[in-house]
Structure formats: C-alpha cells, structure tokens
C-alpha cells in the first residue's frame, strides 16, 4: 500500500513525465520556427520570380526550395518522433490534429511549386498558399503554449507564438510593401492593408515582450537600432500617408532589402528565443529531477524509521486544512510542537510536514501562474473567433472586422476582448441575420 | 512516414488513452463519494456518542466504525491502482498531491477514534476533525473535475462535486440544528451558521442541476415531495426565525430522523449520479473506440490505394484554412470539385477530408465546452480563495467573508466572482494591513 510520501513522489513522477513531454513538443516547436523561416523565404524568392515572369530569382528561388525541403525533412522526422514518443501525451488530441493538417498541406507543396515554376499562378495566389501553410505551422506552436503544463515554459512558449506571428506578419507586410512600391502607388485597399499588418505586428511582439524573460527583451530592444529598420520606418510613412493612388518612387528594392534585413534580425532573436526555450526545459528538467530524488530519499529513511505514515494524529487537522477546497489562502504552518511526540523525531516529522506545504503552496502557485498564461492565449482565441464570425456572417475582410471590433471597444470603453466576447454571445442573431 | 491520417488516428489514440485514465478517475470517485458517505455516518454517530458522553450509540458507531473501515480499505486500493495504471496521467501532479493529504489524514483516523472512544474529546472538535478529512476528500472529486478531458464527463464531475458538497453541508446543518435544538435554544451565532449552511447548499444544488443531465435533475425533483423534506423546512423555519436565545422545544430527535431522511435521499441521488457517471464514461470511451476503428479502416484502405496522402494540391488552401488560428469560424465546406482530379475517387478523397473538417469542428466545440464547465469551477476557486484571503487577513469566519463577498456584490451590483477577484487582486494590500 502507496504512503501519503509515496503519492507525493508519484505525483513528483507525473510532473516530470509532463516535463518530458514537453521537452520533445519544444524541440519540435524549434524545428517548426526554422520550417516557417524556410517558407517564408521561399515565399518571398516565388514573388519575385512570379512578378518577374521568371526572369528573376530563378536560381535564388530554387536554392531555397532545396532548404525548404532538407528542413521539412527534419519537420517530418520530429512529427513522427513526437507521435512514437509521446503517443499518450496530454493534449495530443488537439496538437496530433493539427500536424495532420500541416503534413496534408506539405503534402501539396509540391503540386505548388510546379505551378509556380511553370508560371501557372499569380504572386498573389502563390503567397496566399504559402501564407496558409505557415498558419498552419503557428498553430501547432499555439497548440504547444496551449497545452504545457509549466507556467514558466507556458510563458516562454506564448513569447515565442507572439514572437513568431509578428514575425511572419513582417513577412506579409514586406510582400504588399515591395509589390505596392514596384507598382508605384499604393492603392487604399494596400494603405488599409499594411496600417493592420503594422498594427498586428505591434501587438504580437507587445505581447512577445510581456512573457518574455528579461535577457530575450534586451535582446530584442539592443537589435532595434540596426539603420535599416530605421529606414523601413520612413518608407513606412510614406507608404501609408501618401494620398491613395499617388505615384510614389520605386524603391521597392531597398524596401525588400530593408525589411529583409528586418526579418533576419527577428530569426536570430527567435534564434535566441528558442534555445533558451530547449535550455529552460532542461533546467526545468534536472531541478524536478533533483526534487525527486530528494522525496524518494526521504521515503527511504521514513520506511527504514518503521513506516512513512506515522505523524501524530493532531497533524490531522492542519493538513486537511491545506489540502481542502475551503482552505484558507493563507493558513499558519504547523506549530513545532506537533512532531514532537512522533516516533521520528521531530526533525524527519517536520520534513513530511513541509514536503506537504510546499507543495500545496507550488501547486497553488503554478495553477495561478498558468491561469494568467493560458487568459492570454484565450483573450487570442476569442477576438480570433469573434473576427471570423464578422467575416462569415457580414461579409469583412480581416482588418475591417477587427476594425469594427476595435472602433465598438474604444467608442464604449471597454476592453477588446470584453466585445470579442459579446460578440461571440450575439453569434445566432448575426449568423440568422 | 506517418501520413496526415496517421496523425489523425494518433490524435484519437490519444483521446481514448485520456477518456481511459478518466474512466479509472470516475471509479475512484464513486469510491470516495462512498466512504464520504461512511465518514458523514461516522461523524454524527460519534457526535451523539460524545454529546451523552457515551451513554447513546455506542454500538452503533462501532458498528458504523466497522464500515467505514471497510471502505477505506477499498478507497486505498483504488488510490494504489491510480498510482499504477495511470503513472503518468495528466493532472497526476495535482490529483496524487490531493491523495497523499487525504492518506495523510486517514493514516490519523485511528487515534481520532481512540480519543472519542475514550471520550476525551468534545463532540465540536471530532465534528471538525471528520469535516475536514471529508473536505480532503472532496477536494480530490474537485481536482478530478477540474482535469476530466471530455466536456460532459466533466459536466457530470462538476454536478457531482456539488452534489456532494451540498450533501456534505446538509450533514453540517444537521449536526448543528440537533445540537442547538438538543440544548434548547439557538444562540445568534448558531443561527447564523444554520442560514449560512442553508444558502450554500442551495448554491450546490443549483450547480448541481445546472449541469447534471436532465435525468438526473427529475430523479433530484421527485426526490424532493418526501414528506420529511417538508417538516424540515418548518424547523429550519422555527430554528432561523426565533429570537436567539430564546427557548425552543426540543424537537432534535424529530430534526435528525428528517435530517437524516433527506441525506438518504441525496445518498440515493448521488447513487444514481455516481453510476450515470461510469455508464458515460464507458459509452464515450465505446464511441471512441468505434471511430478509431473507422479511421483505422479507412487509412488501410487509402495505403492499399497508393498512399494516403493523395489529396489534389487545390485542397491545400481549404484545409490549411481550417487548420489556421486564423480561421474564420463559419468556413465554409470544400466543394465537391475539389476531389473530381484525385486518384481515389470522389468518395475517398471526400472522407478523408470530410474526417478532418469533423475534427476540427469537434475540437473546437469540446475546447468551448470545457471552458465553460471549467469556468465554474474556476469561479468556486476564486470566490474560496477571496474568502481565505478575508479570513486570514481580518479574522473572519468562513460565514463572515461569504457575507462580506455577497454584500459587497450586492451593493456595487456586480457578480460575486467579481468582487472574489477585486479581492484577490488587493492580497498584497489586505495581507500588509
């Protein structure tokens, strides 16, 4: 029959299988952020040879799809890996069905090179399936923040969604720029376009800078003085201040290289983000290890001692108090004077006693920490939701659905995801509209 | 190379494994609801015991003793089968950490007992001591909710774990009512308690019917007609209305049969609660099951058709689209066109498709339906912890810090859960005062 000390190593055990777990689903979260660092180059390699009529980047585009490729490889091979490892992982369910729908898309990818090297499709369309697909990659990393169990690598890992979607909104805001620019004009629907891909990038990366730890954010602050980002501020300016449909120069080039340059930044502070990610596991790792070690070692001399289970009765009360959903927040500790009749002496009889405190107050510690982490994720899901509900049911684009839902919180005072929500809860009425 | 189906099987592995270890947790609550029960039994005999200072019952609480020996019995050899089967269950962490408390506490019931049999205790203080290892145990039906991975299993958890804390303050309420009937009088405080009892359990059993099934809820309104239930609100009526301190009849035999009666009644309830329960438990996992099957036979007859990831590249955009966070949440279904080109036939390419579509509709509905339930319990949390908070850092009673919430609600005309969370938020505040 398991002791009270025996269930708190189990649950020390669970702990660290979850931690493990987690290990693997962050290794494969790095080698989702190099796949979309490979998409998003091809991306922009595919526009410039579309746009050229192939008489550009010929070569450049198929170097890269070759990277693409070796890359998706290892993708391939850690999704495999993932589904033999951590067959029965918590939350499997939610990421295993969304890395079905990656590998149905790069099971497409190469019909969609063949239509772009045969000159078959639009920029535009190229970009909307490559642009697909990496939302389809950053799903899975939302899955992962989603689901871990540790709010400090829960934190690291919704830094890093944030992170990784301005990252890739960057990308999107590069394609209209450069297009827009090698056009010679930005038409209002381009103004529109880029203002939101701005503005979503500004509150990705507010969000990345909020959960990440302090040494990523003097990362990201020391890589903003680079001159070409300074540069890519005024040709910002320019581009969505200009009257609609007023011949700009073209300086598509430099905006590409700039914005390039831009976006290198962002994969060497990702770079940062995601090794420091992998190294807080391990850390994360080897202290629950330790812990473990510790309570198994404890267990062993309480057993030597005549059996773990002998704290004296008046232990009873304080205990429940701890482990009860009416306990107090703050309950005292135990008084010295509770061990001191135990045949284990008071100094092992205390140990058992703390054991059990400290891990009511971590468990009480880690769930609110979590809380905090996953309504991030959640305020997310719901403007998310409430966006694509405008979408379907009114007929708005993207921006003009977040707009809508902007302008609603600011004109009544309340927070976007107060409105996200009720619009959510007004769903039959706009649906039956 | 698992394909993108593979995947999908391995995310409904996943599911089963979860509803398999839920299963497991299911039977342990039954388990614990029963030795509740016993313990609640246990409890009033010993209270009648002490209060005729061990004139009254003695053979009934040995023989009541004797029972809930038994079950314990069972109960620990459902906690050790947990620990074996399912090692690395999510939420173990938490779920062990609860047990080890509750083994804890049991481990002391032999010298609780001891000292009541002696009569060296008074019957307050044996009441507080089986109060809270009921609360422990109650806490480990709550952790059990608060982890279930399907949304009406996890409905049926949390109906329950009110049920039982509603049954549990019913056994309160009628350990004080016989007291204060038995000495003649109900003092201001007393009578307090009683209402404070009286509104809580209505507060269960509110939540109780909100979430059971609709079974369940006529089972608990037929239940009600019994004619003890009606006397006892006459006496609940006589013991909350009359001045305190002024003589009342002493009717505590009559108040502890109907008591009683009612708490058999909720007994037979949470009887039929419980097996409803594990008939869910294994119809959901039979369901699951039969679609594991069906994926299953269909991912062999896609590899005997030439691989299973044979979809026309145009379906890359439909799928990635539903896949994305993006997503709007009204997407429309892919046209039949979509599979006219495919080597397998508009039927199979359709299933397959139609499979993932599925999911991602299911997984959406079942992450909103988790929220919601989880919600609740979360809403219980914090309204708890506000009230710990207010105990610890004013000194008030656990009915003090209730008022003290719902006034405050009530007077600033917001939820309670609310101003549970203003609460909160001022910790750092209330604890320095």
Same mark, same amino acid.
């Given at each position: ?12 055990? !669970? ?26 180059? *091809? ?25 693409? *490729? ?47 090297? @045969? ?51 960057? @990308? ?6 450069? +297009? ?9 629907? *381009? ?12 509150? !990705? ?20 003085? +680079? ?17 609609? @449909? ?11 290289? !700039? ?175």
């Amino acid at each position: 029959m398991k002791s009270a000390l025996g269930f708190l190593v189990a649950a020390k055990r !669970c702990e660290i299988h979850g931690l493990e777990q987690l290990e693997v689903t962050c290794g494969l979260v790095k080698g989702v952020s190099e796949l979309v660092h490979m998409l998003q180059k *091809e991306r922009g390699a595919s526009n410039v040879f579309l746009a050229s009529r192939g008489s550009r980047f010929a070569d450049k585009r198929s170097e890269q799809v070759a990277a693409t *490729e070796a890359v998706e490889i290892q993708v391939r091979d850690l999704f495999d890996r993932l589904a033999t490892d951590s067959a029965r992982m918590a939350g499997g369910m939610r990421l295993f069905s969304r890395i079905a729908y990656v590998l149905h898309a790069l099971n497409a990818l190469p019909a969609l090179r063949e239509q772009i090297e @045969g000159l078959h499709l639009g920029p535009e369309q190229a970009t909307h399936s490559f642009s697909e697909l990496i939302a389809g990659l950053l799903a899975v990393v939302f899955e992962a923040a989603d689901t871990a169990v540790d709010p400090a690598i829960s934190r690291a890992l919704v830094s890093l969604f944030n992170f990784m979607q301005g990252k890739e909104l960057a @990308g999107q805001e590069r394609a209209v720029g450069a +297009a827009a620019l090698a056009a010679g004009r930005f038409e209002a629907g *381009e103004q529109q376009r880029m203002l939101h891909l701005i503005e979503a990038q500004e509150r !990705c990366f507010q969000l990345f800078i909020e959960f990440a730890d302090p040494t990523l954010r003097t990362i990201w602050r020391n890589a903003q003085v +680079a001159p070409e980002i300074a540069e890519l501020e005024r040709m910002r300016r320019i581009a969505t201040t200009t009257p609609a @449909g007023r011949p700009v120069d073209d300086t598509s080039q430099r905006w590409f290289d !700039c914005a390039t340059a831009r976006i290198d930044v962002m994969r060497q502070v990702e770079d940062c983000a995601t090794n420091a990610l992998l190294q807080l596991c391990e850390n994360t790792l080897a202290a629950a290890r330790t812990e473990l070690a510790e309570h198994a070692a404890l267990l062993d001399t309480l057993e030597a001692a005549g059996g773990p289970d002998v704290l004296p009765p008046a232990a009873l009360s304080a205990l429940v108090e701890r482990a009860g959903v009416t306990a107090p927040a703050g309950a005292p500790a135990a008084p010295e004077a509770l061990h001191a009749a135990d045949g284990l002496g008071p100094q092992l009889g205390r140990s058992v006693f703390e054991l059990m405190q400290d891990q009511a107050q971590r468990l009480q510690t880690m769930s609110d920490e979590l809380n905090t982490v996953r309504a991030a994720l959640n305020e997310r899901k719901v403007v998310e939701r409430a966006k694509g509900l405008l979408m379907a049911s009114r007929g708005l684009s993207e921006e003009e659905a977040y707009k809508l839902l902007r302008q609603t919180a600011m004109n009544q005072n309340r927070r976007l995801v107060e409105v996200a929500e009720a619009t959510l809860a007004l769903a039959d009425v706009l649906r039956s509209e």
